[in-house]
């Protein structure tokens, strides 16, 4: 099967612009994450979906992070004014629903806020 | 509070050497247990997953983790590690349907 699929790969911005990422998760997974994965930390959750539908969005900074899931296949996040503390990678993974169902991932995208 | 943590930051084995990873947690009730490992400038790769049942499990490329309910752990195994093993290694909970959490990750040094 094919696996999640982001991009772009890699993105610089300065500080106060804007950025957006793109996420395919593997078909017929409802389950959708963005997680921030900050240099040298495990990835902490920003947003879930399920469907369309978002489930936890409680750790996303609103003021400046957004994300979607229209049709509730891709999604995107959108950050807007980027700060320095934004520099991460951000993967997105996709599950089947269910407690023991395991994320799959998708490469990331780093971005860098300079 | 609910927390993962994964007490070493770094650790170098020999090729061929024995590995053990510590994962310890602290939830209400028996969460469901996962390991991932994550290769530079990739996503992570789930290597393996306790739900219930027996205590030791086994996973791909040659790792197995045990539960031990009484100490709270989830601690990654494997007999001989391969150069290849390098790698940064996550232990993660998910305690509902909801919010898998992370530990802060190992970082695995073989060395030749």
């Known amino acids: 099967e094919a696996g999640v699929a982001q991009s772009p790969r890699y993105k610089i911005i300065e500080k106060r612009q804007s950025v957006a990422f793109w996420c395919n998760p593997i078909s017929g997974h409802a389950t959708l994450y963005w997680y921030q994965q900050i240099l040298g930390q495990g990835p902490k959750l920003l947003i879930q979906f399920q469907n369309n539908g978002v489930v936890d969005d409680s750790q996303l900074p609103k003021d400046r992070f957004s994300a979607e899931r229209l049709k509730g296949v891709d999604s995107t996040l959108k950050i807007q004014p980027a700060k320095l503390e934004d520099s991460a990678v951000y993967l997105c993974?996709?599950?089947?629903?269910?407690?023991?169902?395991?994320?799959?991932f998708g490469n990331g995208t780093r971005l860098t806020v300079t | 509070a609910q927390s993962v943590t994964q007490p070493d930051i770094h650790i170098t084995v020999s090729e061929g050497a024995s590995l053990e990873l510590r994962c310890n947690y602290s939830y209400g009730a028996t969460p469901y247990l996962f390991w991932y490992v994550q290769s530079p400038g990739q996503g992570l790769q789930l290597l393996l997953k306790y739900f219930s049942g027996d205590t030791l499990v086994q996973g791909i490329k040659g790792f197995e983790a045990e539960f031990k309910r009484s100490q709270s752990s989830f601690n990654l195994r494997k007999p001989s590690v391969h150069w290849s093993d390098a790698a940064e290694y996550f232990c993660a909970v998910k305690e509902t349907s909801n919010d898998m959490r992370f530990g802060a990750g190992t970082r695995l040094t073989v060395k030749p």
């Open positions: 993974a996709s599950s089947l629903s269910g407690q023991n169902s395991p994320l799959h």
